[in-house]
């Protein structure tokens, strides 16, 4: 059990990162790769599917996550939100599986991931990716690794052919403004399409609006940590643990080629 007051952030990288493994054993059970899941699935509303395996890891990380820092609040997708989280310094920030509906269709991009937040930013980030056994983490001004190796964007100044992910509408606007592109498939988990802007596997990635806290707020760090943004179109930094937990479009990029690839989705 730590204390904000007594231990540092650090202290607690370890267990969070075996929290995430730990949650991607509970997972993989009820993945079949290219076949239906094995979980039960529903739907919130009328398109927002949910599985026994997003409420079963939702419960472990609560209690595991909780009971190793009491004093900070909790805001997950699949927990009814709590406003006392508003109160609180530190928030835990939770999708148990980001991309839900890739896990229940035998898709391989779905992640488990993990913030703590701090006054509004996250201080530390974990996204777990179990099909593809890789594990990103970062600590804020410690930098970011991926499966122990560090991460760290080149910061070319050359945004000509860029490797583009996202909404096809936001795809076809930045390349109306900068020229052709390399179209790279959409990834159905948005935390894994920022991480894989922080490893330079995709060079700018777009985001609808709408993204929730628990979609981005790990990769938003983790991709910060490797030396990139995750802004607003206007700039803006996001901030987390609000009232209303989400956002309007962004772009995540390295950080020397932000004011181009900003200035084109602005026009």
Same mark, same amino acid.
């Given at each position: ?11 607690? $990288? !370890? ?7 730990? $949650? ?8 079949? =790769? ?35 820092? !009491?004093?900070?609040? @909790? ?13 609180? *310094? ?10 839900? #509906? ?5 898709? *391989?991009?779905? =992640? ?8 509004? #930013? ?13 594990l990103y983490e970062a600590r804020i001004g410690e930098g970011a690794w991926c499966n122990g190796e #560090?991460? =760290?964007?080149?910061? $070319? ?7 583009? =992910?996202? !909404? ?7 390349e109306r403004r900068m020229g052709p592109v390399e179209r790279l498939p959409k990834v159905p988990s948005?935390? %894994? ?12 990635? %777009? ?6 806290? @628990? ?20 700039? *803006? ?5 609000r009232p209303r937990p989400s956002h309007d479009e962004m772009i995540a990029v390295a950080s020397r080629?932000? !004011? ?5 989705? #602005?026009?």
């Open positions: 059990m730590l204390s904000s007051s007594t231990q540092p952030i650090a202290a607690l $990288a !370890p267990a969070v990162r075996d929290a995430a493994r730990r $949650a991607g054993e509970l997972a993989l059970p009820y993945y079949r =790769a290219g076949a239906q899941t094995a979980a039960r699935l529903w739907y919130k509303g009328q398109s927002s599917p949910v599985t026994e395996a997003d409420i079963a890891l939702d419960v472990f990380l609560k209690e595991h996550l909780s009971g190793l820092f !009491p004093e900070s609040g @909790w805001l997950s997708e699949e927990t009814a939100d709590d406003p006392s989280r508003l109160d609180q *310094s530190y928030v835990w920030i939770v999708d148990p599986i980001d991309g839900t #509906r890739a896990f229940a269709s035998g898709l *391989s991009d779905w =992640a488990i991931s993990i913030a703590l937040v701090q006054d509004g #930013r996250p201080v530390l980030g974990v996204l777990h990716a179990p099909v593809h056994e890789r #560090r991460l =760290a964007l080149a910061q $070319a100044d050359d945004i000509s052919r860029a490797r583009v =992910a996202g !909404p096809k509408p936001l795809v076809d606007r930045f948005l935390a %894994l399409r920022l991480a894989r802007v922080a490893e330079g596997t995709i060079d700018v990635g %777009l985001v609808s609006a709408n993204a929730q806290d @628990w979609d981005i707020a790990a990769a938003d760090l983790i991709l910060q940590e490797a030396g990139g943004r995750l802004t607003g179109f206007d700039g *803006s930094t996001p901030i987390y643990n080629l932000h !004011p181009r690839a900003i200035g084109a989705m #602005r026009a």
